[in-house]
Antibody
Framework: EVQLVESGGALVQPGGSLRLSCAVS????????MDWVRQAPGKGLEWVAR??????????EYAASVRGRFSISRDDSTNSLHLQMNSLKTDDTAVYYC?????????????WGQGTLVAVSS | DIQMTQSPPSLSASVGDRVTITCRTS??????LAWFQQKPGKAPKSLIY???RLQSGVPSKFSGSGSGTDFTLTIASLQPEDFATYYC?????????FGGGTRVEIK
């Protein structure tokens, strides 16, 4: 059974940092692109970042709104995906979802975690 | 960026109704169009990928169609558990983008 479990969400001040984690199980982690998608309170879904699969050296892609501030990474030894978030802004307040894709290039999202809440406020 | 325009933003329907939601993209995206269902306070659920392919475990009352820049999600015979917000999304080009959502409410 595929499982994605996020952790690390918290209340943080503007300008602060936070690291989200997603523990995955039930599939071969290195075969799949993995993403972070967020949802601000009462708003729609916004794609944040992608880690491609092992054949593409885990190359990354970012939304313009987070490029240079956020960094996605993965650890195959612990089957975990991470999102390092620096220079946080109030606009980063959202539920952050860890999402698996069906495989490699152009593949669609299939499994979602339950989400972890990040609140940026003074 | 590829813009995703969903319509209508919301609709009211009755149990048993057939419902159609439209998603228009600002440029061609081949077949890289997916649909998601989200209920209040819950994570999104993947329904359809590559325009018309059902994700595993998704009932056949959900169907997708379209090509080029115009796509539709159809729910045949709406049931109480189908009242939710639905999003389309393209995986053709970065940044990946979502439609604004369509809220399906009970009439």
């Amino acid at each position: 059974e595929v499982q994605l479990v996020e952790s690390g969400g918290a209340l943080v001040q503007p300008g602060g940092s936070l690291r989200l984690s997603c523990a995955v199980s039930g599939f071969i982690f290195s075969d799949h692109y993995m993403d972070w998608v967020r949802q601000a309170p009462g708003k729609g879904l916004e794609w944040v970042a992608r880690s491609k699969h092992k054949p593409e050296n885990y190359n990354t892609e970012y939304a313009a709104s987070v490029r240079g501030r956020f960094s996605i990474s993965r650890d195959d030894s612990t089957n975990s995906l991470h999102l390092q978030m620096n220079s946080l802004k109030t606009d980063d307040t959202a539920v952050y979802y860890c999402v698996r894709t069906r495989g490699g290039p152009y593949s669609a999202f299939d499994y979602w975690g339950q989400g972890t809440l990040v609140a940026v406020s003074s | 960026d590829i813009q995703m325009t969903q319509s209508p933003p919301s609709l009211s329907a009755s149990v048993g109704d057939r419902v159609t939601i439209t998603c228009r993209t600002s440029q061609g995206i081949s077949i890289r169009l997916a649909w998601f269902q989200q209920k209040p306070g819950k994570a999104p659920k993947s329904l359809i990928y590559d325009v018309s392919r059902l994700q595993s475990g998704v009932p056949s009352k959900f169907s997708g169609s379209g090509s080029g820049t115009d796509f539709t999600l159809t729910i045949a015979s709406l049931q109480p558990e189908d009242f939710a917000t639905y999003y389309c999304q393209q995986s053709y080009a970065y940044p990946l983008t979502f439609g604004g959502g369509t809220r399906v409410e009970i009439k």
